[in-house]
């Protein structure tokens, strides 16, 4: 059986390669793995060994703590605090475009948006 620790600490590892725009088949090559391999990790089906996992932490840019956050004790993991396909792709085509006053713009308007919604919904 899968354990809930596992599915969060697969999420983030999704989460940090796809916000790096990383694939699976190029993570998993730089860290000796088979394809297959990774893809368990990211869905909690096969525990990452603590070596594998500060390899990961090395390889996505993060801290090793970065794969446990949401987590607290006693509780079940916090999953909608995980970021979703479409937003991290979403976040991976604006960290793509080179010009910053774009990328500002950009940020500026999807802020913008959020607060108004933020608003909105408290009415």
Do not use: W
């Not at 730089?30 to 990452?48: A, H, I, M, P, W």
């Not at 792709?89 to 607060?115: G, W």
């Amino acid at each position: 059986m899968v354990h809930p620790v596992d599915v969060h600490v697969g999420r983030k590892i999704r989460e940090a390669r796809l916000v790096r725009g990383m694939t699976q088949s190029g993570v998993a090559k730089q860290l000796g793995l088979s394809f297959q391999q990774l893809q368990k990790y990211e869905t909690g089906y096969n525990r990452v060994s603590a070596s594998k996992l500060f390899e990961l932490s090395q390889l996505l840019d993060v801290q090793p703590s970065y794969f446990f956050e949401g987590l607290a004790a006693g509780e079940e993991p916090v999953s909608a605090t995980l970021m979703d396909d479409q937003t991290a792709k979403a976040v991976m085509a604006l960290s793509s475009i080179r010009d910053e006053k774009v990328k500002n713009h950009l940020r500026s308007m999807i802020h913008e948006i959020a607060s108004c919604e933020s608003v909105a919904a408290a009415s």
